[in-house]
């Protein structure tokens, strides 16, 4: 449930509305939508409480329905899409968002060899696993705090935003410190203590839908994040686990325009893990764009055969550029813009 205050309301009825609220057990906040502020009942519905009477209040203009089970992740309590300010750029807004790099960071050649394709190529997000949760205890784990050094250095380097997983809540402070983006990867989706230790950073959080997750099971995983404090979460589709064994995983497409309808929050597609077949990503990332997606995040090497995880379905760097080239045509068509890097400009204009 949310009311939607009077414009002329006074802070103190505002104040002394959200108190009563408080009083009676329920959980409210202040939120905006469109323009108007709204109180919005978050925790603690009880059905004997008759709602009835708050609009009787002077200030109370109307009652909206807030009845999803997410409610600070509902497109209800807020109908403009969130766009997410991370130094200079926004992830939800018109510029779609193209986060690529390595699977797991290897070196600081290899990742200075993605850093300048991935800005080369008009994007602007630099993606890289530090620590990486692999199937086999005796696969690579990543270069742990070493590997984030390198993700720092390249992204400085050529002015990237960079985006990094935390599996455990031990690793936020570190992980933080080094990258702008904190990555839930799909096996900790559900991990709630680690999401509800999210909301106390200011890092923008990409959530990764788990491998079994509905959409409504990763809307409450972003409600842990944003009930804890932290409004700028991420949503990412990456493929779940069906019957279908041709493919790694089975992406789901349609998770974009629901997703979309259901929350206000950017969602982004990850084709890499969603295929896990490195040729399905480019049709696939061509799609996800072409459904609305607010980016997409893939991963790429120098050398994807050699790669030390997720070799199959990782792009070269010359499949990356011919990728974006197609990415470039189809933004606009669904009014979006993948905007050349003022670097590219220089190179191509001397
Ligand atoms: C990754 O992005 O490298 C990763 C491990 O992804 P996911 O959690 O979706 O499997
Ligand atoms: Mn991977």
Request: aromatic share 6%.
């Amino acid at each position: 449930m949310m009311l939607l205050i009077h414009p002329d309301a006074e802070q103190s009825d505002r104040e002394h509305l959200l108190h009563q609220l408080t009083r009676m057990g329920l959980k409210a906040h202040l939120v905006e939508r469109d323009g108007q502020i709204c109180v919005a009942i978050v925790e603690g519905q009880d059905k004997t409480i008759d709602f009835a009477q708050f609009i009787q209040l002077p200030f109370v203009q109307k009652m909206l329905p807030l009845n999803q089970p997410f409610k600070m992740a509902s497109r209800q309590i807020k109908g403009d899409s969130t766009q997410i300010s991370i130094r200079g750029r926004n992830v939800g807004g018109q510029e779609l968002v193209i986060i690529a790099g390595p699977c797991s960071v290897e070196s600081e050649e290899q990742l200075l060899l993605i850093g300048q394709t991935v800005k080369s190529c008009g994007a602007h997000f630099l993606r890289g696993g530090a620590f990486k949760p692999r199937t086999s205890p005796y696969a690579f784990q990543g270069l742990g705090e070493r590997g984030l050094k390198y993700l720092q250095r390249v992204g400085r380097e050529f002015d990237l935003i960079t985006v990094s997983e935390v599996m455990d809540g031990d690793q936020i402070e570190l992980v933080s410190h080094y990258t702008d983006i904190l990555q839930v990867g799909a096996r900790n989706m559900q991990n709630f203590t680690l999401l509800k230790k999210l909301g106390s950073v200011k890092n923008p959080v990409l959530l990764k839908r788990g491998m079994s997750a509905t959409y409504q099971d990763l809307l409450m995983s972003a409600e842990y994040i944003m009930s804890a404090g932290n409004p700028h979460v991420i949503l990412c589709e990456r493929g779940i686990r069906t019957y279908e064994t041709y493919s790694r995983n089975t992406l789901d497409l349609a998770a974009v325009p629901i997703l979309r309808e259901l929350s206000h929050l950017p969602v982004i597609v990850d084709p890499s893990h969603g295929t896990g077949i490195r040729r399905m990503v480019p049709p696939m990332a061509r799609a996800a764009i072409a459904a609305g997606a607010d980016g997409i995040m893939v991963e790429i090497h120098p050398d994807p055969d050699r790669a030390l995880s997720d070799a199959d379905q990782t792009l070269s760097l010359a499949e990356f550029s011919l990728m974006m080239e197609d990415l470039k045509k189809i933004a606009p068509i669904v009014n979006r813009e993948i905007c050349e890097s003022g670097f590219l400009q220089e190179i191509r204009h001397g």
